[in-house]
C-alpha cells in the first residue's frame, strides 16, 4: 500500500487524549518513518470544542460529533479515551463491527466488558490495543501477549496504583497518618478530589483483572475479586513491619498454581530486599514470575498524560504496522488464537495459604503472649517471629508477630479467638505477606 | 491459511538450543492454542548427534547435515544458537535470502553483522528475531520496537553482565576482594572459565551496541565504544562510595541528546535510592529515558537456559504469527520503515560531562587536601563531597572526593597533574557517576 496514509480518530480530549493529540501532532514525522506511511491525527471529538482549539489541531480535525468518526469508513484507527462504562463500551463495539482497530486505556471498560470486546474484535477480524490500561507507559499487555507467550505464568505481584503507593511511602519515610499525607497528595494534585477508587484498591482490581484476563486466557468477574484499601493502614504498623524488615504496599496478587487462580488486592508485608520494596513514590511496578523466564518486573509511570499517550501511541503504532503489513487483528486480545475461555473461577480467598502479620493490642499482663499463641496454635498457625514492647503509656500494648504459612480460614477463626481474648483491648491487626 | 503447520528448524543444540527444544516439545498444545496452528520442532542440527537423543528429540529430527533446515522449504523460521560469527553469520543470511524467518540470542554476530543481516531480512521481506540476544529473558527489544516506539529514548543504562553484577554484589557484601570472588564464580558456574569477555566489559559492550542501534536506528563500530571493565574496582572504593551514598555497577551507557550520541561501558557509581543499585546478584535490568514515557525499568534474568529459550521461543511465537497472517517481515529489524541510517557516529569520550569519584593516595602531610583541589580546580572541576581519613598505618591515606559535573577531558588533564604531585604515592582510582 505505498499511498496509504493511516487515519487516527480520537475520542476524548481529556488529560490522556490531549496529551495523546499533542504527540501524534508533534511526531508526526518519525512516526510516519517508523511506519513507512503517513499517520494521520483525522478527526479529535470532544464535546469541549475549546480543548481542541487548546491544542492546536488543525483545521477540520475537531468535532463534537462522535459519529464523524465512528461513520467514517476513512478511519482505520479508533482511540478511546473517554474513560467510564458507557458510552465508551457502545463507541469501541460501533468501531469494531465497523473493521476498525480500537486503542484504548479504559481499564474499567475491559475489567467490565473485555470478554465482549474481544470477541467482537475476533469476529470483525481487528485488533484492540490496551496497553495503557494498566500501569500506565510500562510495556506490560504486549510482553504478556508475546515476549513471554512461552511461558505459565505462576505468580504476579503488581503495585499498580501510584496514588496509594505515594501515600504509603510518604507514610513510611515521615511516620505520618494516612488522612495527613492524603490530604497533602490532594493539595499536590497526587490524589483524586474523591479518592476512594484509588486508595479503597477498587482501581487496583481493575487493573489485576485485566492481568488475570491474559494470564490465563479467561477473564474473571470483577466482582469476585477480593479487595481491601490502605485506608486502615497505620504508621504503627508501618513501623512494626520495618522492624521486622518489611516494606507495606498495595498489591495486586495473582497466583495460578494446579489449576486454581487466586487474585486479590490488599496490603502487604514485602521482604525489604525485594525488588518490589524500592518501588517508592507514585511509580508503578508489575513482578511476574514464569516457569521458564523465572522472575521479570516491570517498573515505571503508571498514570500521568505524558507516560500513558505514549502507551497509546505505541498501541497505535502497532495497529498501524497491522494494516500496512495487511492483517488487521494479527494478535487476539488476550493473545490466544483459541476463543476465550469464558468466565474465570477464582479460588475462595479463605482457602489461600500465606504468611501474616498480626498486631495485638493487649492489656499488659502477664500471660498475653501464651494465650494468644495458644489461640493460634489451635487453628495450626506457627509463630515465625515476635515482639512485645514494655509499657510506655497507660493503656493497651502491642504484641506484633509474623506466623509462618497459615491457611485463610484458620486465620479467620484464630483472630475471632483472639479478639474475643479478656485482655485483647482492641481488634487486632492483620496484614499478609507475600 | 487453516491447515497450515509451521515448521521450526533450530541450529544448536547448546545450553540455549537444548533449552528452546526442550520447550518448544514440552509446551507443543499450548503455543499451538496460542497460535492457532501446530508449531512444530521439524529439525534439530548440531554436529554431536548424542545432544538430541539425551533431550529426547523425536525419530528424524535430529541431524548433524545443517543443509537439512536451510535447503528445506518447508521450513518457516530458523533458530540460530551456535553463537560466534561464522558460521552463524552464513547459516542466518542463507535462511533470509531462502525467505526464512530468523531468531537468534547471537549478540557478537548483531553487534558486528546487524546492519547487513537487517538489510538481508528486508530485501527478502522476512523478520528477525533477537529478544534474546540482549538480557535474557527480559522484554526489552520488543519494547524498544513496539510499546515505546512513539518516545525518542534519550538515556539508557543498562546493567547487562551478570557475572559482573554477581561479582560486585558479593564485593560489596562481604568486602572481599574481586580475585576472590571471581575463583568463588567459577566454581560455582557462575563464570565461565575464561571469564575475559564478561569481565573486561566486552559482552555489555556488544548488547549495548544492539541497544543503540535499536534507539538511533543506526548501529555503531563495535570498536568505536569505550569499554573498560570490573578487574580494577576494589573493596576499598566499594566502601568509600558506599560512605557517599553509592553502589559500583558495571554499566552500559548511552546518551541521546542534541544529535550526539554517547555510548560507553564501565564501572559507574548508582546512587543508593536508584532503582539500579537494587539490582543484585546474578541479575539484569535496563533503565530507560524517554522523552513521553519518563524512566522505565525492565529487570531480570539476563542469561541462563530457561529464561534465553523463553524470550527465543517468545521470538519463535511472534514470528509464526507474522505467518499465519501472511505478513513475514512486518516489523523491520530496527523497528522503521525507512532503511537504517548507516553506522552511527558516536560522540567523543573526552567531551563526555558527568559527576566522577576520585580517591587520591597521598603522603599524610598538610596541604594534600588543597594541591589536590588547586589542580581540579585549574581544570573547572569542583568538588561536592570530600572526606579525608586520618593515617590507620604507615604509607599513603586515601582522600576520596565527588566533583560536580565536569568534562571528561579536564578530568583527564586534572589527573595527570594530580598524579605528579610528589605527595601522590600511587595512581589516582577515578570512576564515574551515573
Redesign the interface.
Known amino acids: 500500500m505505498p499511498d496509504k496514509v493511516v487515519k487516527v480518530g480520537l475520542i476524548g480530549l481529556g488529560t490522556v487524549g490531549g496529551g495523546v493529540a499533542q504527540?501524534l501532532l508533534e511526531?508526526q514525522e518519525?512516526?510516519s518513518?517508523?511506519?513507512?506511511?503517513p499517520l494521520l491525527l483525522a478527526k479529535a471529538v470532544d464535546l469541549d470544542l475549546a480543548r481542541g482549539r487548546a491544542l492546536g489541531l488543525p483545521e477540520g480535525v475537531c468535532t463534537a460529533d462522535v459519529n464523524a468518526v465512528l461513520d467514517d469508513p476513512a478511519i482505520d484507527i479508533v482511540v478511546e479515551l473517554i474513560g467510564g462504562l458507557e458510552p465508551a463500551r457502545a463507541f469501541v463495539l460501533r468501531a469494531l463491527t465497523a473493521g476498525k482497530q480500537v486503542a484504548t486505556a479504559n481499564k474499567a471498560l475491559l475489567a467490565k466488558h473485555g470478554v465482549e470486546i474481544f470477541a467482537a474484535a475476533r469476529e470483525h477480524g481487528v485488533g484492540v490495543g490496551f496497553?495503557a490500561s494498566v500501569a500506565g507507559?510500562?510495556?506490560l499487555i504486549?510482553?504478556l501477549r508475546?515476549?513471554?507467550?512461552?511461558?505459565?505464568i505462576t505468580r504476579v505481584l503488581g503495585i499498580l496504583n501510584g496514588t496509594c503507593n505515594y501515600i504509603l511511602s510518604r507514610m513510611t519515610s515521615e511516620g505520618a497518618e494516612f488522612g495527613e499525607v492524603l490530604r497533602a497528595a490532594q493539595d499536590l494534585g497526587y490524589a483524586e478530589a474523591d479518592p476512594t477508587m484509588d486508595i479503597a484498591g477498587h482501581d487496583t482490581a481493575h487493573k489485576l483483572a485485566i492481568v488475570a484476563a491474559l494470564v490465563t486466557g479467561s477473564q474473571p468477574e470483577l466482582e469476585a475479586i477480593p479487595v481491601e484499601g490502605i485506608t486502615g493502614v497505620t504508621p504503627l504498623d508501618i513501623r512494626f513491619a520495618r522492624e521486622f524488615g518489611y516494606r507495606i504496599k498495595l498489591l495486586a496478587h495473582l497466583r495460578n498454581d494446579n489449576g486454581a487462580v487466586e487474585a486479590r488486592v490488599h496490603p502487604a508485608l514485602v521482604p525489604q530486599?525485594h525488588?518490589l520494596a524500592?518501588?517508592?513514590g507514585s511509580?508503578n511496578?508489575i513482578h511476574i514470575t514464569?516457569d521458564?523466564?523465572?522472575?521479570?518486573?516491570?517498573?515505571?509511570?503508571g498514570a500521568?498524560r505524558?507516560?500513558t499517550?505514549?502507551?497509546v501511541?505505541?498501541d497505535?503504532?502497532?495497529l498501524a504496522?497491522?494494516i500496512?503489513?495487511?492483517?488487521p487483528?494479527?494478535?487476539p486480545g488476550l493473545?490466544?488464537?483459541?476463543a476465550d475461555g469464558g468466565r474465570l473461577e477464582l479460588a475462595p480467598i479463605n482457602q489461600a495459604i500465606c504468611q501474616y502479620y498480626f498486631r495485638v493490642m493487649a492489656l499488659d499482663q502477664p500471660g498475653v503472649l501464651a494465650a494468644v499463641a495458644r489461640a493460634l496454635g489451635e487453628h495450626n498457625i506457627s509463630i515465625e517471629a515476635v515482639t512485645q514492647k514494655g509499657r510506655q503509656s497507660a493503656g493497651p500494648v502491642p504484641v506484633v508477630m509474623i506466623t509462618h504459612e497459615a491457611r485463610e480460614s484458620d486465620v479467620a477463626a484464630a483472630l475471632a479467638k483472639i479478639n474475643a481474648l479478656p485482655v485483647v483491648a482492641e481488634p487486632t491487626v492483620v496484614i499478609r505477606r507475600i
Chains 1, 2 share one sequence.
Open positions: 504527540l511526531k518519525v512516526l518513518q517508523r511506519l513507512g506511511a496497553e507507559g510500562i510495556p504486549r510482553s508475546g515476549g513471554l507467550a512461552a511461558n505459565r530486599d525488588v524500592s518501588v517508592e511509580f511496578a514464569g521458564w523466564v523465572d522472575e521479570v518486573l516491570l517498573y515505571g509511570r500521568g505524558r507516560p499517550a505514549s502507551a501511541v505505541g497505535v503504532v502497532d504496522r497491522d500496512l503489513a495487511g492483517c487483528g494479527r494478535v493473545g490466544r488464537a483459541v
